[in-house]
């Protein structure tokens, strides 16, 4: 686990980081959220209300305090300077003017997608978190989410991924990928050149294998390399047969 350090009333604690539901933080500090309030501590800014159905992505260095429920300060305050994080790779520079946004809100900043899609915040050093459209997050400056093709199943199919030029999440529990013109799911998200030309029934006696990246460039895959199917570009797997030599 990604263990980092927030402050909870002062007192600094080790918490996974990653996507959070605020109910956790209201359970851990034992505050009951019909008589007290947790609040982000933002500095130059409002205190954001940080309700225990709201959902925040811990980076480290939050600084997280409980106090008495505010009629003065509303669910969703606007803050003073809007909020710029990082979506598909570029930061947004106009922001949201609201502390809170929903899932179906950042998503909606994408305008190129041509598909339906899936939403994820770039977590370092940990599997990337799955946003739902309907979640309401505490949004900060230093939270990076992006956009992907959703498939017909639970795996993220890489070819999909590359056709529209966004990198895969990290951590996933199944990736799709294309090895000559089949398609393969796997539940591990690094294989070796070995076991993908397995995948598709062939040995390494016989048969070499090529990666194929978006625009076209082919990098030939040694056997005992590793393929880490997060990694952006792989778009599909090629067999190629060895030549037999003359005797």
Same mark, same amino acid.
């Given at each position: /686990?990604?263990?980092?350090?927030?402050? @909870?009333?002062?007192?600094? #604690?080790?918490?996974?980081?990653? @996507?959070?539901?605020?109910?956790?933080?209201?359970?851990?500090?034992?505050? /009951?959220?019909?008589?007290?309030?947790?609040?982000?501590?933002?500095?130059?800014?409002?205190?954001?209300? @940080?309700?225990?159905?709201?959902?925040?992505?811990?980076?480290?260095?939050?600084?997280?305090?409980?106090?008495?429920?505010? +009629?003065?300060?509303?669910?969703?305050?606007?803050?003073?300077?809007?909020?710029?994080?990082?979506?598909?790779?570029?930061?947004?520079?106009?922001?949201?003017?609201?502390?809170?946004? +929903?899932?179906?809100?950042?998503?909606?900043?994408?305008?190129?997608?041509?598909?339906?899609?899936?939403?994820?915040?770039?977590?370092?050093?940990?599997?990337?978190?799955?946003?739902?459209?309907?979640?309401?997050?505490?949004?900060?400056?230093?939270?990076?989410?992006?956009?992907?093709?959703?498939?017909?199943?639970?795996?993220?199919?890489?070819?999909?991924? +590359?056709?529209?030029?966004?990198?895969?999440?990290?951590?996933?529990?199944?990736?799709?990928?294309? #090895?000559?013109? &089949?398609?393969?799911?796997?539940?591990?998200?690094?294989?070796?050149?070995?076991?993908?030309?397995?995948?598709?029934?062939?040995? +390494? &006696?016989?048969?070499?294998?090529?990666?194929?990246?978006?625009?076209?460039?082919?990098?030939?895959?040694?056997?005992?390399?590793?393929?880490?199917?997060?990694?952006?570009?792989?778009?599909?797997?090629?067999?190629?047969?060895?030549?037999?030599?003359?005797?």
């Amino acid at each position: /686990m990604s263990k980092i350090e927030i402050k @909870l009333n002062g007192k600094t #604690i080790e918490q996974e980081k990653g @996507l959070i539901k605020l109910e956790r933080l209201y359970e851990i500090l034992d505050v /009951m959220p019909d008589k007290e309030c947790l609040y982000l501590d933002k500095p130059n800014d409002i205190d954001i209300p @940080l309700l225990s159905e709201d959902y925040i992505v811990i980076h480290g260095g939050e600084a997280i305090f409980s106090d008495s429920i505010s +009629s003065d300060i509303e669910s969703n305050p606007f803050v003073r300077k809007p909020v710029q994080f990082i979506f598909n790779e570029q930061k947004i520079e106009q922001g949201f003017e609201h502390a809170k946004v +929903s899932g179906s809100d950042i998503s909606g900043l994408d305008q190129e997608l041509d598909k339906p899609g899936l939403l994820y915040v770039d977590v370092s050093g940990k599997a990337d978190d799955l946003i739902q459209e309907d979640m309401t997050l505490v949004v900060q400056d230093t939270d990076s989410y992006f956009r992907i093709p959703s498939g017909d199943d639970d795996s993220i199919d890489l070819e999909e991924c +590359s056709k529209h030029r966004r990198r895969p999440p990290k951590g996933q529990k199944a990736y799709k990928i294309r #090895i000559d013109k &089949e398609k393969y799911k796997v539940e591990e998200q690094k294989m070796s050149g070995n076991k993908i030309l397995e995948l598709a029934g062939k040995n +390494s &006696e016989e048969w070499t294998l090529n990666q194929k990246l978006h625009g076209g460039r082919r990098v030939p895959i040694e056997m005992e390399a590793v393929i880490d199917f997060s990694e952006p570009g792989i778009e599909r797997f090629e067999t190629v047969m060895k030549q037999a030599q003359q005797g």
